[in-house]
Structure formats: structure tokens, C-alpha cells
């Protein structure tokens, strides 16, 4: 092999981070994080424009930026012989044909503007569609989530049609930044697979959105060369050698080869803000009840791969430290709480919490959901309550491995990933006596970017294919956590309290309820130029 590296980009909700791998080695040599200029705009867009309740947006610009940055700092001089690239989903944003994304020729429009994953707003368009059905919704469980590419879509054709016709593209931040780097539209099957609901030999659905359909395009598979590196970027960041780029995949399924899943049986825990699951499977089998999604050929070629995931996880515990408690040294306020966490006996703090603050995926699919704690008095005290948020996370993990199982999905080897599962041991340790299942942490890091630049390397040729990439550039040791029996016999009954407050139907409707009594203001679009 040619001496050579690989770059591997992880373009999360509030910053994008890369690593630089030795093609040779399988080192990492460097990594480089920078946080998006304009963050996540929830309240105002940067000219002020405010924002009603729901939104969440991003500057497409703010992309480049990080893209330059990270590339220059790592490729430099160095012959690269791969890109890959993971990205946040469904985080679509509307464009001209060439690329432009109207946010730069209509900066006080919100709805010219990327909307993130966690774009809320979007909820009543994808029950109106859900309630018409159609074949289309049958790989999804029956239900198309807010978070996803159409109800977004939707909720711009109607709200803002004359911007709707301006955009020639309606295309995931993923995919964008990949045409930015090759000059070439390449789209992903996983973006098209599992947020716009594409099918192998139907395509996309038709008559949701009009003209929808000609603003997507046909995508390339999993592992596929896009192109590689344009003059343009070259200039900029300094890159050198083959630098071919490969088609952008989702963040949390990136890091399936880094974390040693390749074969099937496999379930993957991506745990960030939000969490992610994949669970690899090499039959076709109906979508178990609950579980949001399954393609194949979407995640890794030859597999089935169910996707599940909660809208809440990481942000949660920081919702509690720096929204509720107003901490501004995070690593210095997560370290005594989970120090005074870990003194508690399952069941001790006299909590159980439903982990909804940003909704629920699974199994109910309803991003207008709210959070729950239930049993405080006036002994509860914030460690208690940081406590129940931590099992909430495990009950809420518990509640899609039950799903998996319950649909004659086989669950076999359950493996967690990301930084949360590296920092935080008790967290994986209560979910282990939750889940009454062994689970393995795998040491590598980075995962995600090491994913995505293992995705370069199959793109480039410089692996056959993601089984030898997983060996060469992927994890080569885990930490194994297994269940306390004691501890798991308290969460059987904590968690089956836990499932009752769940499927409470009358809970359900008083947390929509409360949704009436927010203020909404009557427009907060400007009308395109």
C-alpha cells in the first residue's frame, strides 16, 4: 500500500469533529473538533428573525466552515487516500441546483434555513400523512416522524410556497456537503433509506409534497465513491493524493465497522444527545412493533438493519446540570453526580422519570411527547432526581430491546459506543442491571469519525470491503459490563411501572394538551425576494 492517511468526518448537533488515521497502521495521528458558528437556532435566526415554538435550524455555512477548518488542519501536505463522512439525520436544507443554499440569498426566511433532526415544528404534517397511509409507511412501522426528510419537506411547501419553488434541491446536510467537496450530487441510500423512505425499485413515495420528488435523486450505496476532492477544496485545505470521497452516511450508523459490528445479531448503541440503535440481520423479517425502521444494504451491504433510537439521552443529563441547576463546568458537575449517583440502591431515590424530553421514538413515534417524574417529595434532592434520568435512559433502551425481541429480531451481542459510554460507567453499569444483559464498551476513540474514515477507505479501494476495514481500523478491545442480579430483580418492577406510565393514554393526551397553552406566534416567515 501507498503511505497514506484517511480523514474521517463526524458532523454532530453542535460541533463536527475529525480524525486522521494512518492508512498503513490504523492509527489515529490527529483529531480536531469545531463548533458550528451559529450552533442550533431555536429561539431567533442570526438577523433576529424569531423563531416560533418547535423549530430547531442551522447555517449550511456553518458546515463548510468546520469542513475547512478540520481538512486543513489534518490533510495538509498529507496525501490522503480517503474521505468519509457521517452527518446528524434528517437535517435537510433547501438549495439551488448548483448547490447555494437559500439561507445565504434569504437570511431572515426560517424556512430557507437547514432544519435539524430535532426540528419538532414539523409533528402535525407527518400526522397528516400518517393518517392518509399509503405502502410506503409499511418499512416505518406506519408512522413517518418529524425528525425525518418529508414532514419537513411538507411543512415548507405549504407554509412558505413561493420558497418551496425556489428550491431546486431539497437535499440532506450530508449529501450537501459532499456535493460542496466534489462538485458532483451523490446522494446516500441510508439518508434515502431511512429518513425519506426510498425503496429499491419504487423509489420515493409519490404525491406527498408536490414536487418533492424531483428535488431528491437517486442514491448511491452504502461504501460508493462519490468522487474525490475538487480543485476548489484542494486549494483550501491543502490536501494532497487520490482524496476520494465517499458517500455520506448517517452519524449514528457510521460507527457500526469502528465498533467491531459486522455480522448479524449485533445491535449497536450510538449514545450522544440522542441515541441511536442498529441491529444487523442477514434475514428479511416483518418490522417488529415499535421500531422505527429497516432497510437494507442502508447501514452495511448485505444486511438488514432495524433502527430504533430515544430523541433524548445525552441532553437530558444536561438539561438537568445546565438548564435546571445552571452548572457551567459540566465535566466538574457530571463528576459529582455520578459520584453521589452511584451511592444510591436501585430504587432508593423513590423516582421513576419517563425519558421524553424531546419526545418519544419508540415505540410510539411522537416527537410532541414531554418528560415525567414521577414520586418526588420533600426529601428529593438533585442527585435523586439525576439518578431516575439515568435509569429513565435504561428503561428507555429496555423498552426497544424488548421490542427487537418481541418481533423475532435476535439480539445476540449489544455493544455501546460514543463518549458517554467511555466517560460514564455508571450509566453502562445500571443499563447492564436493566437490560439484565452482558454489554460490551468498545475502546477506541473517536468511533464515529474512525467510522466514517473506514467508509473513505472502502470508497478509495484501500480496504475490499467493511468487514477488513472494521479489522484493520476498528476497536481491538472492549470493557465488559454485567448485571448485578440483585439490582436487575428492583428494575423488573421499576421498569414494568415504568412501561405502565408509557402506555398511559390519558398521560399521552394531557402532555399534548399542554401544547395548546403555548403562545404561537401567527407568522415568523419573510416572503423571499
Excluded at 481500523?473 to 423488573?492: C, I, T
Aim: net charge negative; hydrophobic share 45%.
Amino acid at each position: 500500500m501507498t503511505p497514506g492517511f484517511l480523514i474521517g468526518l463526524d458532523y454532530g448537533t453542535q460541533s463536527a469533529r475529525g480524525v486522521l488515521v494512518d492508512a498503513e497502521s490504523g492509527a489515529v495521528v490527529a483529531s480536531h473538533t469545531h463548533a458550528y458558528r451559529h450552533g442550533t437556532l431555536s429561539a431567533a435566526l442570526p438577523d433576529g428573525t424569531p423563531l416560533a415554538p418547535g423549530w430547531a435550524l442551522q447555517c449550511a455555512t456553518d458546515y463548510t466552515e468546520a469542513a475547512e477548518a478540520i481538512l486543513g488542519r489534518l490533510g495538509r501536505g498529507r496525501q490522503v487516500h480517503g474521505i468519509g463522512l457521517g452527518f446528524t439525520a434528517s437535517s435537510p436544507l433547501p438549495a439551488r441546483a448548483d448547490g447555494t443554499p437559500l439561507s445565504t440569498l434569504h437570511p431572515g426566511a426560517p424556512h430557507a434555513y437547514v432544519k435539524l433532526w430535532k426540528h419538532q415544528a414539523a409533528q402535525p404534517w407527518a400526522e397528516r400523512i400518517n393518517a392518509r397511509g399509503g405502502e410506503f409507511l409499511r418499512p416505518v412501522g406506519g408512522k413517518l416522524s418529524a425528525e425525518w426528510l418529508i414532514a419537513k419537506a411538507a411543512q415548507m411547501a405549504d407554509e412558505s410556497p413561493a420558497l418551496w419553488q425556489q428550491a431546486e434541491r431539497f437535499i440532506e446536510g450530508g449529501d450537501w456537503l459532499v456535493r460542496q467537496f466534489t462538485g458532483e450530487e451523490a446522494r446516500s441510500l441510508g439518508f434515502a433509506a431511512y429518513k425519506a423512505q426510498y425503496l429499491p425499485g419504487r423509489g420515493y413515495p409519490q404525491g406527498l409534497v408536490e414536487g418533492l420528488e424531483e428535488r431528491l435523486g437517486p442514491p448511491l450505496p452504502i461504501g460508493s465513491r462519490a468522487g474525490r476532492l475538487n480543485a476548489d477544496w484542494r486549494a483550501r485545505t491543502g490536501i494532497e493524493g487520490e482524496a476520494a470521497v465517499a458517500v455520506a452516511v448517517i452519524d449514528s450508523h457510521v460507527v457500526m465497522p469502528a465498533a467491531g459490528a459486522t455480522s448479524a445479531g449485533t445491535l449497536v448503541g450510538a449514545l450522544g444527545t440522542s441515541a441511536a440503535f442498529m441491529l444487523l440481520d442477514d434475514v428479511e423479517r416483518p418490522l417488529p412493533s415499535g421500531i422505527e425502521g429497516v432497510a437494507r444494504d442502508g447501514v452495511l451491504p448485505g444486511f438488514w438493519c432495524y433502527e430504533a433510537g430515544q430523541a433524548g439521552f445525552g441532553d437530558m443529563l444536561e438539561w438537568q446540570l445546565r438548564g435546571l441547576l445552571q452548572h457551567t463546568d459540566l465535566d466538574r458537575g457530571f463528576a459529582h453526580f455520578n459520584a453521589q449517583a452511584a451511592e444510591l440502591r436501585p430504587g432508593q431515590n423513590h423516582l421513576l422519570a419517563l425519558d421524553w424530553w424531546n419526545g418519544c421514538r419508540v415505540p410510539l413515534g411522537d416527537a410532541s411527547l414531554s418528560g415525567l417524574l414521577v414520586g418526588m417529595n420533600l426529601q428529593t434532592t438533585a442527585v435523586d432526581v439525576y439518578r431516575a434520568l439515568l435509569e429513565a435512559l435504561c428503561f428507555g433502551t429496555r423498552r426497544i430491546v424488548d421490542c427487537f425481541t418481541a418481533g423475532g429480531a435476535p439480539v445476540e451481542r449489544i455493544l455501546l459506543t460514543s463518549g458517554l459510554s467511555r466517560n460514564n460507567p455508571l450509566l453502562m453499569q445500571l443499563m447492564a442491571d436493566v437490560l439484565g444483559r452482558r454489554l460490551q464498551v468498545p475502546l477506541i476513540d473517536h468511533a464515529t469519525a474512525v467510522g466514517a474514515a473506514i467508509h473513505g477507505a472502502v470508497a478509495a479501494g484501500v480496504v475490499r470491503d467493511f468487514a477488513e476495514g472494521a479489522q484493520r481500523y476498528g476497536a481491538k478491545s472492549f470493557v465488559d459490563y454485567r448485571p448485578d442480579p440483585e439490582a436487575h430483580a428492583v428494575y423488573e418492577g421499576l421498569y414494568r411501572q415504568y412501561v405502565g406510565l408509557a402506555d398511559n393514554a390519558g398521560l399521552r393526551r394531557a402532555m399534548h394538551a399542554l401544547d395548546s397553552f403555548v403562545p404561537n406566534p401567527s407568522s415568523f416567515e419573510s416572503p423571499p425576494k
